[in-house]
């Protein structure tokens, strides 16, 4: 069965420092990994994805995550994190089946941005 | 605007109560989920479809059911509400990019 574990339940960060969000998964086949955003009181948005193409993934809003296969790893990184970045952070990973794809999300981590 | 809408936004029920949290999406496609949304859990999988008239169970299904009546409609039921079941709720539907989220269905049972 898949899983996800991300490391650190809260993480803050000053603005314009470096965001690291940690994520480590778990699956026996080659994975899809995703990590979305969460601002308050609103659904999920979906940050980046990685499928299997290039190991260093661009998403939206300056956010970028690389897949390392050996490290079972995937964690997201942003050089200078804005006040705007505050929000709670999930790291999914697929599990595929005939008609699309299963989500299994860590538990989440919120960023918090002090000026 | 296109999406996927959920509805009642916000609800308290009594322990026992039943209940139907609706979602509808307008984007043609063919899979869609619910999940519960429970502090530092994230989100866990209670029902998908696959298509019409199709559903399975998901990682915690106990004390719900669903429908797929249609291709856009996938709702969630609780026939006796209990508090494990206080949670926010939140529908996706799965396309060529992903999944959309709906903004959630919180619920309180007391």
């Known amino acids: 069965a898949q899983s996800v574990t991300q490391l650190g339940s809260h993480v803050s960060v000053s603005e314009g420092a470096l965001v690291l969000l940690r994520c480590n998964y778990s699956?026996?086949?080659?994975?899809?990994l995703f990590w979305y955003v969460q601002y308050p009181n609103q659904g999920l948005q979906l940050l980046l994805k990685?499928?299997?193409?290039?190991?260093l993934v661009k998403g939206i809003n300056g956010f970028e995550a690389e897949f390392k296969k050996s490290e079972t790893s995937f964690h997201l990184t942003k050089p200078s994190a804005h006040m705007s970045d505050a929000a709670e952070y999930f790291c999914?990973?697929?599990?595929?089946?005939?008609?699309?794809?299963?989500?299994?999300f860590g538990g989440g981590t919120r960023l918090m941005v002090k000026p | 605007n296109a999406g996927v809408t959920q509805t009642p936004k916000f609800q308290v029920l009594k322990t026992g109560q039943s209940m139907t949290l609706q979602c509808a999406q307008d984007?043609?496609?063919?899979?869609m989920y619910w999940y519960r949304q429970d502090p530092g859990m994230g989100l866990r999988l209670i029902y998908y479809?696959?298509?019409?008239?199709?559903?399975d169970k998901g990682e915690v299904p106990n004390g719900y059911n669903v429908s797929r009546l249609n291709k856009r409609e996938f709702s969630l039921r609780l026939e006796s509400a209990a508090p494990s079941q206080t949670s926010v709720y939140f529908c996706?539907?799965?396309?060529?990019?992903?999944?959309?989220f709906g903004s959630g269905t919180r619920l309180t049972v007391v």
């Open positions: 999914a990973v697929s599990d595929r089946y005939n008609a699309g794809n299963m989500l299994t």
């Open positions: 990685y499928t299997s193409a290039a190991t």
């Open positions: 479809s696959a298509s019409e008239g199709t559903t």
């Open positions: 984007m043609n496609h063919n899979s």
């Open positions: 996706a539907s799965e396309g060529n990019y992903g999944y959309t």
């Open positions: 699956s026996s086949v080659p994975p899809y």
